[in-house]
């Protein structure tokens, strides 16, 4: 794949809820469900050239993403921002899913400045969680409802996105969290044929 670029492209949202419930304190469990592959429609995305880019679309609406038939929507699609992953190189961009969803978290800014997760992973034991990896097209999209938090601090937030044993950082975009969200899990979590610690997607995973 040729100068391929991860960039993110920010504009405000409103996004979906995939039913989960949030816990009250700490980093919480990251799910990224995206659609299959889309034809790029200039009127919602800024295209770019040779890049592989998320985009943030002010368009979309939540009535609109229920029609995408995402396994783990839900019925009330509000609190996520609604995102498009793009790519305009001319190579077939690869990536895992676990269970349809992309491997990635999301990082904010602490106080002292530093990078620090928000949110934390859990791998699935089972084989069949990665039968359906994503494949996208040159020319094409998918779509990735992307969780959008509250809080009183104001802080820039990106994505952590494991492909393969490489971690790719997207661009910043403003948000707002609870500063106990950069808390870490330090119990054990469970997942599918999985009990173990939490994910930070490290590179040496």
């Not at 990896?133 to 779509?143: D, F, I, N, T």
């Not at 969780?147 to 044993?165: D, M, N, P, Q």
Request: aromatic fraction near 12%.
């Amino acid at each position: 794949m040729k100068n391929i670029i991860l960039l993110l492209i920010v504009v405000v949202s409103i996004g979906v809820g995939y039913g989960q419930k949030e816990r009250s304190k700490g980093n919480q469990r990251a799910f990224y469900e995206s659609s299959d592959p889309l034809t790029i429609d200039s009127t919602l995305i800024d295209v770019k050239p040779n890049a592989l880019y998320f985009q943030f679309n002010t368009q979309q609406k939540p009535k609109d993403l229920k029609t995408m038939s995402f396994v783990w929507l839900g019925d009330a699609p509000k609190g996520y921002f609604t995102a498009y992953l793009v790519n305009t190189t001319d190579s077939i961009f690869n990536a895992d899913r676990q269970d349809g969803s992309l491997i990635m978290i999301q990082e904010a800014i602490d106080k002292n400045g530093d990078w620090q997760p928000i949110e934390y992973w859990v791998y699935s034991g089972c084989g069949n969680s990665y039968f359906s990896p994503l494949k996208l097209p040159a020319g094409k999209c998918v779509m990735v409802p992307i969780k959008k938090y509250e809080g009183s601090y104001k802080t820039k937030i990106r994505l952590k996105f494991k492909i393969g044993k490489q971690v790719i950082y997207s661009g910043t975009f403003d948000g707002a969290i609870n500063l106990e969200q950069f808390k870490r899990e330090t119990e054990s979590v469970n997942g599918i044929l999985y009990h173990g610690p939490a994910s930070y997607l490290d590179d040496r995973e």
